[in-house]
Nanobody, 126 residues
């Protein structure tokens, strides 16, 4: 079974940085190389929204205008990991962050994403 695992969340002050990681679970035979990987977030009382996506070839797509110039996505195929680098964090970035995999490519239709992780909490507060 293909499962994703997120890590790297935590409490950070406004203006700070965090790097989230997304990898396949240790018992999974799948590699992330064959999938587009997206990062999504969901704040309390709000719908889940797309943040960034990286294609199998490494091209990135921004879904949330609010993260332009602050967040970047990258992948390390050798490490079987996709990263979300978050800089200049703001309180409104507080959310549970999820990664997801979609074989055909990046899409902003959430229902098409096949595999999801359990999420990692990011809290931006002083």
């Amino acid at each position: 079974q293909f499962q994703l695992v997120e890590s790297g969340g935590g409490l950070v002050q406004p203006g700070g940085s965090l790097r989230l990681s997304c990898t396949a679970s240790s018992f999974s035979r799948f590699t992330l190389t064959y999938y587009a990987i997206g990062w999504f977030r969901q704040a309390p009382g709000k719908e889940r929204e797309g943040v960034l996506c990286i294609s199998r070839s490494g091209d990135s797509t921004i879904y949330a205008d609010s993260v332009k110039g602050r967040f970047t996505i990258s992948r390390d195929n050798a490490a079987n990991t996709v990263y979300l680098q978050m800089n200049t964090l703001k309180p409104e970035d507080t959310a549970n962050y999820y990664c997801a995999a979609h074989s055909p490519g990046c899409t902003d239709y959430l229902h098409l994403w096949h595999y999801w992780g359990q999420g990692t909490q990011v809290t931006v507060s002083s």
